[in-house]
């Protein structure tokens, strides 16, 4: 007859297991087991389930050596070892010099520790083609985290604390005694005569975690006696509502975030602004999550910055360094994600064009500008441009050759229907064309040095077509996926 206290703790995993999905029949676990209380119970339970419950569950004892206490360590190993081999269950010891590795990387003790011990599980679970990663968290841990969020200023990501389950790197992470406490897995472990040992380095407040586990939770628990279990509902609806927010800012991030090949990624300050002001911050943080950067989850100024930013009437242009080479850049209504190129277009970018017709791709556009000379010696007077894509000019008045190129400083252009000249920079603004644009917008100039036209934006007020014209220059700018027949030599132009 198995003790009460294991057979309840079967039932309550067993029923977390079918809600959360943590695994399906015949399923390879790696089991991360220390040597202490929980991770014995937890293996304990879990080598019950597989063999009682006629699940098929294969089980891979992993246990890692950090190298802070050499000789503990190593009789921990030696314990774990063998418990595995109690079970019958392959064993996987992997050892490390944690404290080397923290001074080479300028990681903290925990953190060095965590990141070895993660990438070790992971690497066993690949070789062992493991669905799944379990980890003997339990509810005491999960308060403790919650805690420490809140301490470090946390948002409802943070509070809603560890998973029940949670994918990382193509491998389940699975909690199965989140719901359980501290005292339940030792008195599970005294009750079925389960040895286990005791970490020395747990009674250290000089890690932040343990200091919150020995000092403040008592010192909080004289205030609520359930404070521990009150962290825990906490954490369970904070997670919840995370998940919720989380798909809604995903379903908005489908339906107003353009993204573009190059990895930018555009979001209208209006669309953001008609949003509630938390799915505003949501959808902030889920586009910083989709930029390569290399720094950790931007915090929340950063976030508030962009907010804040696109919902203010001015300034309209403006850019945010989001580290890791990120930045935010609004453009009028527009605002724009990316990761900066060093390489970037090259500046002294020209073509001369001194033969008719011609086609001039032009580089970072996806655009091609066609410029040609209209047959006949008599120009038809309904012939005009059709859009800010077109511009027609006396041929006999243009200085050839012609040049394409990009914008220089003090560029200034005579723009039709004003008296004197404008600079190009200040064309741009009035015209707010965006400042990421403006240095792949093409120029015409002609011999002469005049600049002619500003294709899409203003044309110049020189060799216009009148009456008397007697050969014209049409140029016409278009995509790069345009049927060059129709553009040279259609109907209009014949």
């Known amino acids: ?114 990141k070895l011990r993660y990438e070790f599980l992971h690497q066993t679970a690949e070789r062992y083609g493991a669905a799944s990663i379990a980890l003997a968290h339990h509810g005491d841990d999960q308060a403790e985290t919650v805690l420490l969020k809140l301490l470090r200023g946390s948002g409802l990501s943070g509070l809603g604390g560890m998973r029940m389950k949670r994918k990382e790197k193509n491998v389940e992470l699975i909690r199965p005694l989140l719901r359980m406490y501290k005292t339940d897995l030792i008195r599970l472990c005294e009750e079925n005569g389960l ?86 911050r949501r959808l902030i943080k889920l586009i910083l999550t989709y930029l390569p950067l290399n720094t950790e989850e931007s915090d929340f100024a950063k976030i508030e910055a962009v907010r804040l930013g696109a919902l203010q009437a001015q300034p309209t242009t403006w850019r945010i360094d989001l580290g890791g080479g990120a930045i935010c850049r609004r453009e009028y209504d527009a605002l724009c994600f990316l990761v900066q190129n060093d390489k970037g277009l090259e500046a002294g970018y020209q073509c001369v064009v001194d033969t008719l017709p011609a086609a001039v791709p032009v580089p970072g556009t996806g655009r091609i500008l066609y410029i040609c000379r209209l047959p006949g010696s008599k120009v038809p007077e309904e012939l005009k441009p059709l859009s800010h894509d077109e511009a027609l000019f006396d041929a006999d008045e243009l200085d050839i050759p012609l040049t394409v190129r990009f914008r220089l400083p003090g560029d200034a252009m005579r723009v039709l229907g004003l008296s004197g000249s404008k600079k190009v920079k200040d064309i741009f603004i009035d015209d707010k064309v965006p400042p990421s644009s403006r240095n792949t917008i093409p120029l015409i100039a002609d011999a002469a040095g005049r600049i002619l036209w500003i294709p899409g934006i203003r044309r110049s007020d020189a060799a216009l077509v009148r009456q008397g014209t007697k050969s014209v220059i049409a140029m016409k700018w278009e995509a790069e996926s345009a049927d060059v027949l129709s553009v040279m030599g259609g109907d209009r132009y014949s």
């Open 1 to 114: 007859m198995e003790p009460l206290m294991l057979g309840r703790a079967v039932v309550q995993v067993m029923e977390l297991a079918r809600e959360n999905g943590l695994w399906s029949p015949e399923d390879i676990i790696v089991v991360a087991v220390s040597g202490g209380p929980d991770s014995v119970a937890l293996l304990h339970i879990l080598s019950h389930i597989s063999r009682e419950k006629g699940l098929g569950l294969r089980l891979v004892v992993a246990h890692v050596n950090h190298g802070f206490r050499p000789v503990e360590s190593a009789g921990e190993a030696g314990f774990v070892r063998a418990l595995a081999a109690g079970y019958g269950w392959p064993f996987e010891l992997a050892e490390f010099d944690a404290p080397l590795y923290m001074k080479e990387q300028k990681m903290g003790g925990q953190e060095a520790a965590r």
């Open 195 to 280: 040895d286990y040992v005791t970490d020395s380095s747990n009674s250290s407040t000089k890690y932040a975690r343990n200091a919150v586990r020995l000092d403040v939770l008592p010192f909080l628990g004289q205030y609520n006696g359930q404070f521990i279990p009150s962290l825990n509902r906490l954490a369970e609806i904070a997670g919840s509502e995370d998940d919720f927010m989380a798909k809604a800012a995903e379903e908005e991030m489908k339906r107003l975030v353009k993204r573009g090949s190059d990895g930018l990624m555009r979001l209208s300050c209006g669309s953001l602004a008609g949003l509630h002001v938390a799915l505003q």
